[in-house]
């Protein structure tokens, strides 16, 4: 009979409150998936690239465990006092029938531990299902293929997973359940008013809007403009800065919803339904406050991190898989070596790219001149992208040189068209670094023109659009500015001294076959052996950081921007429920004086909307003040241009939480609804 009774409870309570266990579903899920984080493919694959990089990422993941499971703890409790407070007559009914109050408890703890593991029976799958996918995407998406993944179980994960929940769940319930199990029977029977709170004139709570919304402003400015990244001292300012502000524009918006209460339109339960709100706000404007900071918090992760991953996954075009380069030996020289260790076989392309620079027999620094260009980008309109380009352009006096026939075999690998130049004539190239934000718009205009310069007393013609494709797998060729000339003008500008790379490109037969990943691994185990004196690099060996970047901007900023975007909505869901369960009085003489189901609904509908939709639109306005922040703070120098590009990412992915949110706006409509029917018939107050 007892546990009959108690799985009955238990049903009841996940169906009464969807809500809460959907919440506690998602936590379970993120919790494996950060906890498991060591066992993804891509993380297997940085350990050996990334490995210092990685540990820390490693050693950082029990700090944001041991803060989740804190904050978790109160958006149970909180809930959980919902729970029971709405069953407060059922429990003082089960005392006068004669069940003991250690029975009670009991009772409790068994209904929420039944809970507890139905919840862990349903999320624990669907995380390791998750995680698995996860892994997946995030290696297609960084070009490592899905080839030759295997399924990763990680019971370490599974373990503190369970530990953890049960240890807040039980901690948590054992409190409430104590709680009410020690109250008197006539108390329990009785709903208990909720305490006054201290009302201000008017002019207090104008004097703490203005000075909030001013504190506000202050704060975003210090973050944007990098001032809060200068050093320790400053950071804390601006959050202290923006924590203070937050609080005291939340508590001044309580003259706010009064003025409405006072001033609004007179219409269907208009009145009503504001009173209604100006009371909850001025019970609850801290709450409000803390859940509007979680929320921003959650955009703020959500949109930087998958801005920060988009902007490094797609920072540079995936070409070449290796690249070769020796002190000593030439292209043939590696080659040879390549062979006898039966490794070429293994790429369908190899070829040489020269680097160079002008020899000059001059020493009046007059090896190359570019007036006609300086003039060209002169004449362009002013623009702070135009100013970069002449400060830049001004110190390229001996620009690098590249030959022609090994940048065409990089643009016909990329599918690009070739370029065609006779031997007066050469093509611009830069890297992707030094044309962000418009300045290859610009070089591009000038090169139109084809304008004549000067090397080593030389007229040479610039022919075409500025090149930007990389010239090896990683980043040790980088030009600012330099030109690509025909190879017998390459050599003679260079008088035969130049840097020879050796570029391949995997077998397509085996990248298909054994995966990017697993290809590359597996030549990298080979070349170990190799005593000779040269240098490589691969594609992957050479993007370790960036993929880090992209997997710790993407894996934690989501972690953590799903972890504080349920508990802020969980919270405002459950302190309105809450709210509206003490106000049950007052739905029920507007019922008896003739208001319909329909228009109760309609009104709690209304203050539903007010009551989430001020936290979340205060949220949503200073998330785009705190993402640009973040950008300033944790993109480097030579990636600030770009932040324009990565903030339209940013408020795509506000977007899409938006409509999360608007998912858990519905959830509590239906869950007040459910509760106004049991309004509208009388009932005997005990």
């Not at 006779?422 to 611009?428: G, M």
């Not at 017998?488 to 008088?495: E, L």
Request: aromatic share 12%; glycine share 8%.
């Amino acid at each position: 009979m007892f546990l009959r009774l108690v799985r009955r409870n238990s049903k009841r309570s996940r169906r009464e409150n969807g809500l809460f266990f959907a919440s506690l579903l998602v936590s379970i899920i993120a919790f494996y998936i950060i906890l498991s984080l060591s066992h993804q493919d891509v993380m297997l694959f940085l350990q050996k690239m990334e490995s210092n990089a990685v540990s820390r990422l490693m050693q950082m993941i029990p700090l944001f465990y041991g803060v989740t499971l804190f904050l978790l703890f109160f958006l149970i409790y909180y809930a959980g006092k919902f729970q029971m407070e709405r069953r407060r007559h059922e429990f003082g009914v089960y005392l006068m029938m004669g069940m003991r109050r250690s029975r009670v408890l009991a009772m409790l703890l068994a209904e929420d531990f039944h809970g507890s593991i139905l919840a862990l029976v349903i999320g624990l799958p669907v995380a390791v299902l998750l995680s698995e996918l996860v892994s997946l995407i995030t290696a297609r998406l960084v070009g490592l293929g899905i080839v030759g993944h295997r399924f990763t179980f990680s019971p370490g994960a599974v373990l503190w997973t369970v530990a953890g929940f049960l240890l807040i769940k039980f901690f948590a319930f054992f409190l409430l359940s104590v709680r009410i199990a020690g109250q008197e029977i006539g108390a329990l029977l009785t709903q208990g008013a909720e305490r006054e709170c201290r009302r201000y004139p008017a002019f207090v709570y104008t004097c703490a809007l203005i000075p909030g919304i001013f504190c506000l402003g202050m704060a975003y400015t210090m973050g944007i403009q990098g001032i809060s990244w200068e050093r320790p001292e400053s950071m804390g300012i601006t959050v202290t800065t923006g924590l203070l502000g937050m609080f005291l524009f939340f508590f001044g918006l309580r003259g706010v919803m009064g003025f409405l209460a006072r001033h609004g339109k007179i219409g269907r339960l208009q009145v009503f339904h504001f009173r209604q709100l100006q009371e909850i706000v001025i019970r609850r404007s801290g709450m409000l406050a803390v859940s509007c900071i979680l929320i921003l918090a959650a955009l703020c992760c959500f949109g930087a991190g998958v801005g920060i991953a988009g902007f490094y996954a797609g920072e540079e075009e995936h070409v070449l898989d290796y690249t070769f380069w020796g002190y000593e030996q030439g292209a043939d020289e590696m080659l040879e070596i390549l062979a006898e260790e039966g490794l070429e076989s293994c790429f369908s392309e190899l070829f040489e790219v020269k680097t160079g620079h002008i020899r000059s027999e001059e020493e009046n620094g007059e090896a190359y001149r570019m007036d006609a260009v300086m003039e060209a980008l002169e004449e362009l309109p002013e623009s702070e992208e135009k100013e970069i380009l002449l400060n830049n352009l001004s110190y390229a006096v001996y620009p690098g040189l590249i030959s022609l026939s090994g940048y065409n075999r990089i643009l016909k690998i990329a599918g690009s068209e070739p370029l065609a130049l006779q031997e007066d004539e050469a093509a611009v190239y830069m890297d992707h670094e030094s044309v962000v934000g418009g300045r290859e718009e610009l070089i591009d205009r000038v090169l139109e023109e084809e304008p004549q310069v000067w090397m080593d007393g030389n007229p040479v013609r610039l022919k075409g659009k500025v090149q930007t494709a990389s010239l090896i797998t990683d980043r040790a060729v980088r030009y600012s500015f330099a030109l690509i000339l025909p190879d017998a003008s390459f050599d003679y500008y260079t008088r035969g001294v130049y840097s020879s790379y050796l570029n391949g490109v995997l077998s397509r037969e085996i990248v298909e076959d054994k995966g990017l990943m697993q290809a590359v691994s597996e030549i990298n185990e080979r070349m170990e052996g190799v005593e000779r004196i040269w240098q490589s690099e691969s594609y992957l060996g050479n993007m370790g950081r960036k993929l880090f970047f992209m997997v710790a901007a993407s894996y934690i900023t989501m972690y953590l921007s799903l972890i504080f975007f349920v508990i802020a909505n969980t919270a405002i869901g459950v302190q309105f429920l809450m709210a509206q369960q003490k106000s049950a009085r007052r739905y029920r003489t507007l019922a008896y004086l003739g208001a319909g189901y329909e228009q109760l609904c309609h009104s709690a509908a209304k203050q539903i909307h007010w009551y989430f939709g001020i936290p979340v639109m205060v949220a949503v306005i200073s998330s785009f003040f705190g993402i640009r922040a973040l950008f300033t703070g944790l993109l480097p120098s030579r990636t600030q241009e770009g932040a324009g590009e990565m903030m339209w990412v940013s408020a795509a992915m506000i977007l899409l939480l938006l409509v999360i949110e608007w998912i858990y706006i519905t959830a509590v409509k239906r869950i007040s609804a459910r509760y106004l029917l049991t309004l509208m018939t009388p009932k005997r107050e005990e």
